[in-house]
C-alpha cells in the first residue's frame, strides 16, 4: 500500500483534460491537489477527439468508462461533397478514425465535464484565476496568483496546453519551443443547418478543408475549418482578430462557407489554433512539471493530444506515488516512461499534417476519385488495415504499468 502522502500539496494549472485528470489520481493516492483555471468556468467546445489503445484503458482505471461510452460521439459515417453540395463519396466512420473495436470517440467538452464532475468534491478548484509568479526553494513553491492571495505548494504542474502559462515563467518563451506545421485549424458550435445525424461532411479547397458535422445527443452541429498557411502574427487572446483572419482567408469560397463564417461570427465557443508541436529537452525544472499539450503537443493532427494527457496524468501521478512524492525520481520516470512514445506521436502529426489538405485543384480532383472508387476497390480493406495499423501504432507508443492505488 502506498503511504499516504496528504500533506504534498500539489499546485495544478489548467482544468481541460490533462489537469482534472492528475487531479483525480493524485487525490486517490492520498496528495492534496488544487487546480487553478484561468477561464472563470470549465471552457466548453472543441473538436471530437479520439480515445483509442492505451487511453481507453486508463479511462477504465479512473473509472470513468462507462461515462465516456455514454458520450460517445456515435458517428455513422462522412461524405465528401463538392461546392454544389452534391455528394461525392461516402464512407464508414471507423474509415475515418483509424479506430478498432473498443476505440472511441467524445467531444472534448464531454470529457472534461466528466473529468470535473468526478473530482469536484475531492479537489479545490480555482477558477477565473492563473499563476501570477512562480519561486521554488529547497522545500517548495511560493505561488503568487493574480488574484487569489499569494500560497506555498510542494509541487506544481502546469497542464495548461500548448500555450502553457507556466512553461513560459518556468522554461522561457514559448517560440523556442513550439513548432508550427503549416497549417490553421478552427472550430466552434453551430446551427445544424444540413440536418446531419451522427454524420461529418467534408468540403476540399486548394490548401483548406472545410466540415461540419452533428454528433451523437447532439441538437447543433460543429463547423470546421483547416487552412495552410504560414506562421501568423496575432493575439491568441483576441478572439475578434482570430474571427477575421477566418473569415479573410475564406472570404468568396463556395459550397456552405459564406453561411459558416456567419455561424463563425456568432459563435460564443470559437477555437482557433496553429497547428503546432511543443518540443522540449526536459519537461521539468525543479519542483515544477508538465503536462500533456504543455509538455508535448502532438497537433491535432496526431488525433491523439487527449490521449496522451490522461496517459501521462496516470504515468506522473503513479511514478509520485511510487516514489513517496520524492518529485526529483518521478518527474524522470515520467518522463521515461512517456517521450519515446511522444516521438512516435509527433511524427506521425507531421506526416498527417501534410495530408490534412491538398494544394491545387487537380490534385483534389484525383484524391476525390480515389476516395469516390475506394468503397469498390477490391483491396480497400488492405488500404483501411494500413491506416489503422498507424494509427494503432501511435495509440499503442506509450506503455502503462500498474501502480499502487
Ligand atoms: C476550448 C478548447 C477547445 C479545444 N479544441 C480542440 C480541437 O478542436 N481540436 C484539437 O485537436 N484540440 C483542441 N483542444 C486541445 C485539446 O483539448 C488538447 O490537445 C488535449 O485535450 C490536451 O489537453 P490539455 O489538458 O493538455 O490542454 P488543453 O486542453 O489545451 O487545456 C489547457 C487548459 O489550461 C487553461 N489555461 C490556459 N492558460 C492558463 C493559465 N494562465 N492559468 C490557468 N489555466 C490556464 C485553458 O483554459 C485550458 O482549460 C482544445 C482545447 C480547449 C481548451
Known amino acids: 500500500m502506498t ?27 492520498g496528495f492534496t491537489p488544487t487546480v487553478v483555471e484561468r477561464a472563470p468556468q470549465l471552457r466548453p467546445g472543441g473538436y471530437k477527439v479520439d480515445l483509442r489503445g492505451v487511453s481507453i484503458d486508463v479511462c477504465e482505471r479512473m473509472g470513468i468508462l462507462d461515462d465516456v461510452r455514454r458520450a460517445s460521439t456515435d458517428m455513422r459515417g462522412g461524405s465528401y461533397v463538392d461546392d454544389t453540395g452534391a455528394t461525392i463519396a461516402e464512407l464508414p466512420a471507423a ?17 472534461a465535464r466528466i473529468l470535473h464532475e468526478r473530482t469536484r468534491h475531492d479537489v479545490e478548484y480555482l477558477f477565473g484565476d492563473s499563476i501570477a509568479s512562480l519561486s521554488g526553494d529547497a522545500d517548495g513553491v511560493d505561488v503568487t496568483f493574480e488574484n487569489g492571495p499569494p500560497r506555498r505548494f510542494d509541487l506544481v504542474v502546469g497542464a495548461d496546453g500548448m500555450h502553457s502559462h507556466t512553461r513560459r515563467l518556468v522554461f522561457g518563451d514559448e517560440r523556442r519551443f513550439r513548432r508550427h506545421l503549416g497549417a490553421y485549424i478552427s472550430i466552434f458550435t453551430a446551427p445544424n443547418d444540413l440536418d446531419l445525424d451522427r454524420w461529418e461532411t467534408y468540403h476540399a479547397l486548394p490548401d483548406k478543408l472545410v466540415c461540419a458535422y452533428s454528433s451523437g445527443g447532439e441538437t447543433r452541429a460543429k463547423n470546421l475549418f483547416v487552412f495552410g498557411s504560414p506562421e501568423l502574427s496575432y493575439d491568441h487572446r483576441d478572439v475578434a482578430q482570430q474571427k477575421k483572419i477566418l473569415a479573410d482567408v475564406f472570404a468568396g469560397d463556395g459550397w456552405e462557407i459564406p453561411a459558416m463564417l456567419n455561424n463563425a461570427a456568432a459563435a460564443d465557443d470559437f477555437y482557433f489554433d496553429s497547428i503546432s ?3 522540449m529537452d526536459r ?6 512539471v508538465l503536462l500533456g499539450d504543455a509538455a508535448h503537443c502532438t497537433s491535432p493532427s496526431s488525433g491523439q493530444g487527449t490521449g496522451l494527457a490522461l496517459t501521462g496524468a496516470y504515468i ?24 519515446p512514445g511522444v516521438e512516435v506521436n509527433q511524427r506521425f502529426a507531421e506526416r498527417f499534417a501534410k495530408e490534412m489538405t491538398v494544394s491545387s485543384k487537380g490534385r483534389i480532383r484525383m484524391r476525390m476519385a480515389l476516395v469516390r472508387m475506394l468503397p469498390y476497390m477490391p483491396w480497400k480493406n ?3 488495415k494500413k491506416i489503422t495499423e498507424d494509427v494503432q501504432k501511435a495509440a499503442h507508443a506509450v506503455q502503462i504499468r500498474d501502480y499502487a492505488r
Request: charged fraction near 25%; charge should be negative; aromatic fraction near 8%.
Open 3 to 29: 503511504k499516504q502522502l496528504a500533506s504534498k500539496t500539489v499546485l495544478i494549472s489548467g482544468a481541460s483534460i490533462a489537469g482534472p485528470a492528475l487531479a483525480l489520481w493524485l487525490h486517490r493516492y
Open 95 to 111: 474509415f475515418f478514425g483509424g479506430r478498432v473495436d473498443g476505440d472511441d470517440e467524445v467531444m472534448r467538452g464531454d470529457l
Open 277 to 279: 508541436l511543443i518540443e
Open 283 to 288: 519537461w521539468s525544472k525543479g519542483r515544477v
Open 316 to 339: 506522473l501521478a503513479g511514478e509520485l506515488a511510487a516514489a513517496n512524492g520524492d518529485h526529483a525520481v518521478a518527474y524522470e520516470r515520467y518522463e521515461r516512461e512517456m517521450r
Open 382 to 384: 488492405l488500404i483501411a
